[in-house]
């Protein structure tokens, strides 16, 4: 009976462990080209597990599209030089990184040019 508890919480905890390693997961991106958009913030959702930026950028064709564009967790950014005020709604920002694969306007950030010309980081490379 010893060995069948002992068996069944061992099991239990590595079905545990496997549920929260399964929850964290990679950017759906495609790291052939780095992809730069210009454009002013028109939402920011500062929490984990990735803070986003909403930009509108103009496209080629003259047209306003809404990118999303963000970083790894608050605790990655702010290692880089980042905090909740970093970046504000009507900031205009160029964002530099890898877009998803699907073609999605969404964009895993390297690093940001802010309008004042201050890059940072946030991957810290």
């Known amino acids: 009976m010893k060995t069948f508890f002992a068996s069944a919480v061992v099991i239990l905890g590595l079905m545990s462990a496997s549920a929260v390693l399964s929850a964290h997961h990679s950017w759906p991106v495609s790291y052939d080209k780095l992809v730069t958009v210009k454009g002013t913030v028109k939402e920011i959702s500062w929490m984990n597990p990735h803070p ?14 809404t990118w999303e564009i963000g970083g790894p967790a608050i605790n990655r950014m702010e290692a880089n030089g980042w905090n909740a005020m970093t970046v504000k709604v009507g900031d205009v920002i160029t964002g530099t990184g890898y877009q998803f694969m699907d073609g999605q306007k969404i964009i895993r950030l390297e690093r940001v040019v802010l309008a004042d010309g201050k890059e940072l980081r946030v991957y810290g490379r």
């Open 52 to 65: 986003m930026f909403k930009v509108d950028v103009k496209a080629t064709d003259g047209k306003a599209e």
